[in-house]
């Protein structure tokens, strides 16, 4: 059974809005074991205000900034047998400009790779001055927030789950000051490309390098770089992943 949860303090701190482990930047859930206990809490930071067209309620309403009421999570798809979850707030409603979480929890009775998805959408408080839906909470649906989570069979083996992947593995020290080490994981040699962007999507920094099979490091110095939370992406060629660092004061 779920247990309840609290926010992850490291993305609260951060207070970047959003769902974590965030979909695009890492699309797995923490892996667990058949008939044994699992657990894993995804954070969920919600907008104070955002700016939206109004026409996707009604044709010709206006474009206008607007405040979130809250962000619901009604549901979860694909989860394994044995996994359930519960909510913090536990009406699964969580106010604008606050944080919550969701609990995974139990003990799976089956073993495999599921694709879980989030049920999410957020209540914006429509302005009394707007046309027909003046003074209203609309709900608006927030599309395409699924992981993978494998759940292993309970049988001993030697193989690490990740050394065939190319993946980021984590950026240390994050926040940081000067220099952060990137190691990422290679599944054969490759010519990897490493940008940095703002949160615009603006490529502020661009590199080349020359991965080995295994285990791989890139030192980024930050020098020059405004205090911040930037996003780094590392691509192979065939797949990209994205990760967020945090350059502190």
Same mark, same amino acid.
């Given at each position: 059974?779920?247990?309840?949860?609290?926010?992850?303090?490291?993305?609260?701190? &951060?207070?970047?809005?959003?769902?974590?482990?965030?979909?695009?930047?890492?699309? /797995?859930?923490?892996?667990?074991?058949? /008939?044994?206990?699992?657990?894993?809490?995804?954070?969920?930071?919600?907008?104070?205000?955002?700016? &939206?067209?109004?026409?996707?309620?009604?044709?010709?309403?206006?474009?206008? /900034?607007?405040?979130?009421?809250?962000?619901?999570?009604?549901?979860?798809?694909?989860?394994?047998?044995?996994?359930?979850?519960?909510?913090?707030?536990?009406?699964?409603?969580?106010?604008?400009?606050?944080?919550?979480?969701?609990?995974?929890?139990?003990?799976?009775?089956?073993?495999?790779?599921?694709?879980?998805?989030?049920?999410?959408?957020?209540?914006?408080? &429509?302005?009394?001055?707007?046309?027909?839906?003046?003074?209203?909470?609309?709900?608006?649906?927030?599309?395409?927030?699924?992981?993978?989570?494998? &759940?292993?069979?309970?049988?001993?083996?030697?193989?690490?789950?990740?050394?065939?992947?190319?993946?980021?593995?984590?950026?240390?020290?994050?926040?940081?000051?000067? /220099?952060?080490?990137?190691?990422?994981?290679?599944?054969?040699?490759?010519?990897?490309?490493?940008?940095?962007?703002?949160?615009?999507?603006?490529?502020?920094?661009?590199?080349?390098?020359?991965?080995?099979?295994?285990?791989?490091?890139?030192?980024?110095?930050?020098?020059?770089?405004?205090?911040?939370?930037?996003?780094?992406?590392?691509?192979?060629?065939?797949?990209?992943?994205?990760?967020?660092?945090?350059?502190?004061?």
């Amino acid at each position: 059974k779920a247990q309840n949860c609290s926010p992850n303090p490291f993305f609260v701190a &951060i207070g970047l809005p959003g769902v974590y482990p965030n979909p695009i930047q890492s699309s /797995n859930l923490a892996s667990g074991t058949q /008939n044994v206990p699992y657990s894993e809490t995804i954070t969920i930071i919600v907008l104070p205000d955002t700016t &939206i067209d109004l026409s996707v309620f009604a044709p010709g309403l206006p474009t206008i /900034n607007v405040e979130v009421a809250y962000q619901r999570v009604s549901g979860f798809t694909g989860l394994p047998a044995g996994i359930t979850y519960a909510c913090e707030p536990s009406n699964c409603e969580v106010p604008g400009d606050t944080s919550g979480c969701v609990g995974l929890g139990g003990t799976p009775t089956q073993a495999g790779e599921f694709t879980v998805g989030m049920t999410t959408e957020v209540g914006i408080a &429509i302005p009394t001055s707007v046309p027909v839906i003046g003074g209203t909470v609309q709900s608006l649906p927030i599309p395409g927030i699924s992981w993978t989570l494998v &759940i292993d069979s309970n049988t001993v083996s030697t193989a690490k789950p990740q050394e065939n992947a190319f993946g980021v593995v984590r950026n240390i020290p994050n926040p940081f000051q000067g /220099n952060t080490t990137i190691t990422y994981q290679a599944p054969k040699p490759a010519q990897v490309q490493f940008e940095v962007l703002d949160l615009t999507g603006h490529r502020l920094h661009q590199a080349n390098y020359r991965a080995q099979t295994g285990e791989n490091t890139i030192v980024f110095d930050a020098a020059g770089y405004a205090p911040g939370i930037y996003l780094y992406t590392l691509s192979d060629g065939n797949k990209a992943v994205t990760n967020k660092m945090v350059i502190s004061k």
